[in-house]
């Protein structure tokens, strides 16, 4: 059974860091394309970053280009998603997303592509 589970959420101020972690199981994680999204209250789920299966490519969102950084460790099996210089627009829950699918910035922005969810973690960054 393919699991995935996300940690590391919280309330932090705006300004502040926070890193999430994803961690994978049940599944050959090298395998995988990863993502992160997210889901403000009242609004659509939308794409934060992904990363290719080796790590080697990566992609974000426009929304948090040059202050988050999506990284992945293929022995641990986990993901992570170090958030800085939060904004009190990145409250959301936040969750980790597994594609089969070979990396390519045309499809990884989409949910389409994705086989497993986690649950998710929430972030609340306050003014």
């Known amino acids: 059974q393919v699991q995935l589970g996300e940690s590391g959420g919280g309330l932090v101020q705006a300004g502040d860091s926070l890193r999430l972690a994803c961690a994978a199981s049940g599944l050959s994680f090298s395998r995988y394309s990863m993502g992160w999204f997210r889901r403000a209250p009242g609004k659509e789920r939308e794409f934060v970053a992904a990363?290719?299966?080796?790590?080697?490519?990566?992609y974000y969102s426009d929304s948090v280009k040059g202050r988050f950084t999506i990284s992945r460790d293929n022995v641990k099996n986990t993901v992570s998603l170090q958030m800085s210089s939060l904004k009190p627009e990145d409250t959301a829950a936040y969750y980790c997303?597994?594609?089969?699918?070979?990396?390519?910035?045309?499809?990884?922005?989409?949910?389409?592509?994705?086989?497993?969810w986690g649950q998710g973690t929430q972030v609340s960054v306050s003014s």
């Open positions: 997303a597994a594609s089969s699918r070979m990396f390519a910035v045309a499809t990884m922005t989409s949910e389409r592509p994705y086989d497993y």
């Open positions: 990363i290719s299966r080796s790590g080697s490519l990566t």
